[in-house]
T-cell receptor
Framework: DVKVTQSSRYLVKRTGEKVFLECVQD?????MFWYRQDPGLGLRLIYF???????EKGDIPEGYSVSREKKERFSLILESASTNQTSMYLC?????????????FGPGTRLTVL | GQNIDQPTEMTATEGAIVQINCTYQ??????LFWYQQHAGEAPTFLSY??LDGLEEKGRFSSFLSRSKGYSYLLLKELQMKDSASYLC??????????WGAGTKLIIKP
């Protein structure tokens, strides 16, 4: 079974803090993704990566950055957290040989910024 | 713009059948996914359709009509554990996934 893990299920931070969300997958997948999920909205893609040290902006990259130093790990960074970044953050991975590959999701991190 | 429409919430009775609709307007089409997401959990893959027609997988079936920009997920013999949100997502011409907001399905005894 594919396993995607995220470092925290719940996180509370203060405005202006730097926040790191970690995601690890154990299936040697090429692709990794970061989404945020808000009530009444579909999943929105923040950043994705097709290879180590490679990153591409998604639909809503502003206020975020990412790091992929190792194939299995994809980190999302909030340089200076703001209250409008309170959300559920979902990490996903896919094998990567085809764009139509299924994405496998982690359990999510519910981030609250006060 | 790109748009995926699904009903916000549906209610059905245990043992019954329910159909969850999804309509889409996207720049190109390279397939449609359905995912299931239980409250507080990760979305999990249910189905992928790229050709017109019905694909059956146990109690769950997914239908696609590309000419109508329409898909549905059919759940038969509903069980309480089917209470979840069902997410529709379309792969556009750039192979980016466009997600609907999801349909919350409530199963009543």
């Amino acid at each position: 079974d594919v396993k995607v893990t995220q470092s925290s299920r719940y996180l509370v931070k203060r405005t202006g803090e730097k926040v790191f969300l970690e995601c690890v997958q154990d299936m040697d997948h090429e692709n990794m993704f970061w989404y945020r999920q808000d009530p009444g909205l579909g999943l929105r893609l923040i950043y994705f990566s097709y290879d180590v040290k490679m990153k591409e902006k998604g639909d809503i990259p502003e206020g975020y950055s990412v790091s992929r130093e190792k194939k299995e790990r994809f980190s999302l960074i909030l340089e200076s957290a703001s209250t409008n970044q309170t959300s559920m953050y979902l990490c996903a991975s896919s094998p990567g040989t085809r764009h139509t590959d299924t994405q496998y999701f982690g359990p999510g991190t519910r981030l609250t910024v006060l | 713009g790109q748009n995926i429409d699904q009903p916000t919430e549906m209610t059905a009775t245990e043992g019954a059948i329910v159909q969850i609709n999804c309509t889409y307007q996207t720049s190109g089409f390279n397939g449609l996914f359905w995912y299931q997401q239980h409250a507080g959990e990760a979305p999990t893959f249910l189905s992928y359709n790229v050709l017109d027609g019905l694909e059956e997988k146990g109690r769950f079936s997914s239908f696609l009509s590309r000419s109508k920009g329409y898909s549905y997920l059919l759940l038969k013999e509903l069980q309480m554990k089917d209470s979840a949100s069902y997410l529709c997502a379309v792969l556009d011409s750039n192979y980016q996934l466009i997600w609907g907001a999801g349909t919350k399905l409530i199963i009543k005894p």
